[in-house]
């Protein structure tokens, strides 16, 4: 597994925790020890961003994800979507296509068995509209 892989999925423990806690990522994040977090500088820069833009990313989320309310979906997915639309719109030198895949990969993993083909469909169609977005 990549680091940027690993990053990616210890951002989205943090996310995940957060929705579930009512409380900060950055707080659960500075709460703990560094040597508990490896690939610390990627996962702080995802969960830094996801916080910078979180009213755009989640506008975005509820307008494209048809058929959800950001409330009904899976927390999980909701987070995966979070960073994907991070490294899509806002962060510098990552193929889209690589994000996209990697959103995939991780909600096959770890989330419902429909939730890659959703989260593919809904990147996909922010990513073809990507160059009409006023960020």
Do not use: C
């Not at 996310?15 to 996962?43: F, H, M, N, T, W």
Request: charged letters at 30%; aromatic letters at 6%; glycine letters at 6%.
């Amino acid at each position: 597994m990549s680091a940027r892989r690993k990053a990616r999925k210890r951002a989205l423990d943090f996310l995940y925790e957060a929705d579930i806690r009512g409380a900060s990522a950055l707080d659960l994040l500075a709460s703990r020890p560094a040597e508990e977090l490896s690939q610390g500088d990627y996962v702080g820069q995802l969960l830094h961003g996801v916080e910078e833009h979180r009213l755009k990313i989640d506008e975005l989320i509820t307008t494209y994800a048809q058929g959800w309310d950001m409330d009904r979906m899976p927390a999980i997915d909701r987070n995966i979507l979070r960073i994907a639309l991070l490294e899509i719109l806002w962060l510098e030198g990552l193929d889209d296509q690589i994000a996209i895949s990697e959103a995939v990969e991780i909600a096959t993993e770890l989330s419902t068995d429909d939730s890659a083909k959703y989260i593919n469909g809904v990147l996909g169609r922010i990513v073809i509209l990507k160059p009409s977005f006023a960020l």
